[in-house]
């Protein structure tokens, strides 16, 4: 499902062209593009976005990538890629992200997001691709 | 409810009871009329345009316009009506006492299920999901509450209306255990895309055995409890909701005696699980724009979790 936004530059006239590429260089120059904290490995991170679908994640967050549905009783999870701490608390390793999303309140303590019932592998590929979720515009 | 329409091969072409059988015979052979008869109007445009004046005289005449144009597409459609017609009779057929009885009623944006008896007295209320035996028919008496539905399991059986102040029969029988998705097929208003079902084809022992546990169910008390309960009562859910046992006696929602053993949540939309449970009761309307359950995000984490909970245990 198509669901992120893209900018194309193609098509647009050269002079144009130049100009952005000009501008883009300017603002490469001030601050370096973020790195994603992980690089997953495409594959895995497209089993994680079947999972998520599958799991109904999306009842409780907006999930770029998810169209529909798009609940919003959890945190949207745009620009997850680029966050701190997990859910404000927990150091931000694949395996925290894992554990957090198959049972939130084991590993943070009163977390309201309730436990949900998927296996540690499909855990794995969900946060694979909440990582590689790349929406900075 | 989505693999209704999703899937490989198309679930439209993958019939899996004798009803479905049907339908899909009578889709194959008109598509084969259909592509012999453009076959023949492009071969008679060829003619027209590039054959010998000999053909194309013939074509010009009057007799091809009484045989190409009136006698041939007369014999034929007349033939494919009453052929089609006879294939699909038994497809609404009367009952016969020898079927399990199942009314359908099509809501604005859900579907109510009521198990009949022999007599046609309502013996248990469901939603969202039909339970039927393998190798059995099962006759199914639709209706709407409201505006015009359509019922429609592509494994199972063709398209039927759901008319308000009319009951119309649908026969529908499961070749093989398992789920098959189900849509309405009509458009009824607001949320009309997300208005699903599923249907659940169960081995006849299996079938027995889920009967007996729902009616044994039916008959004893309500013995779950606890906070979720009190919470589902005092916020006025039951005003709504109907739970067999409790006070909880509404009519406007879908029957939640038996939610914790449903396949999905919202109309055959989520799966059924204590995280979708929440998501549905805080925030259905992000969920399910339009649907006639307002979105209780007003209760806290604690709250809707202990209601899912209780929920959970209506089984
Ligand atoms: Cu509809």
């Known amino acids: ?137 | 409810m989505f693999d209704a329409l999703w899937g490989w091969p198309p679930p439209v072409l993958d019939p899996a009871g004798p009803y479905a059988d049907k339908v899909t015979v009578l889709a194959w052979v008109l598509l084969a009329l259909g592509v012999i008869v453009t076959a023949i109007v492009c071969a008679a445009l060829w003619v027209a345009i590039k054959g010998p004046p000999r053909w194309k005289q013939r074509l010009g005449g009057e007799s091809a316009v009484w045989i190409g144009g009136i006698a041939f597409p007369g014999v034929v459609l007349t033939a494919l009506l009453f052929w089609g017609l006879t294939l699909t009779a038994d497809l609404t057929d009367d009952i016969t006492g020898n079927e399990q009885r199942i009314r359908v009623t099509g809501e604005m944006w859900w579907f109510r299920v009521q198990y009949l008896d022999e007599a046609g007295r309502v013996v248990m209320e469901d939603a969202n999901e039909i339970h039927i035996p393998v190798g059995q028919p099962v006759v199914l008496e639709l209706r709407s509450a409201d505006v015009i539905h359509n019922f429609w399991v592509p494994h199972l059986s063709g398209k039927k209306d759901m008319v308000p102040g009319r009951t119309n029969l649908l026969r529908i029988q499961a070749g093989e255990a398992g789920q098959f998705g189900g849509v309405c097929a009509e458009y009824c208003g607001g949320p009309h895309a997300l208005m699903g079902f599923v249907a659940l084809a169960h081995e006849p022992a299996d079938y027995a055995r889920w009967q007996q546990a729902r009616l044994q169910r039916l008959a004893g008390p309500n013995t779950t409890g606890g906070v979720g309960r009190q919470l589902f009562m005092e916020s006025g859910c039951g005003a709504c909701h109907r739970v067999a046992g409790t006070e909880a006696n509404g009519l406007a929602g879908p029957d939640l005696t038996h939610v914790g053993t449903r396949a999905t949540l919202g109309a055959g939309i989520l799966p059924n699980h204590r995280g979708t449970l929440i998501g549905w009761i805080g925030d259905s309307q992000g969920i399910k724009p339009g649907n006639r359950m307002p979105s209780y995000d007003t209760l806290s984490a604690a709250e809707l979790t202990a209601i899912a909970q209780w929920l959970e245990q209506q089984r």
């Open chain 1, 1 to 137: 499902m198509r669901g992120q936004r893209q900018i194309t530059i193609t098509g647009i006239q050269p002079a144009a062209r130049l100009l952005a590429g000009l501008c883009l260089l300017a603002v490469a120059a001030c601050k370096p593009p973020e790195e994603p904290r992980y690089t997953p490995d495409k594959a895995i991170a497209a089993e994680g976005l079947q999972v998520i679908k599958q799991a109904g994640c999306a009842a409780c967050h907006e999930i770029p990538g998810v169209t529909w549905p798009a609940g919003r009783l959890g945190p949207s999870l745009r620009g997850f890629d680029d966050i701190g701490l997990i859910a404000g608390a927990l150091p931000n390793t694949a395996e925290n992200l894992a554990a957090f999303l198959r049972n939130a309140p084991a590993v943070k303590p009163g977390s309201t997001m309730p436990p949900i019932p998927i296996t540690p592998d499909e855990a794995r590929a969900a946060a694979a691709y909440l990582y590689g979720i790349d929406d900075d515009v």
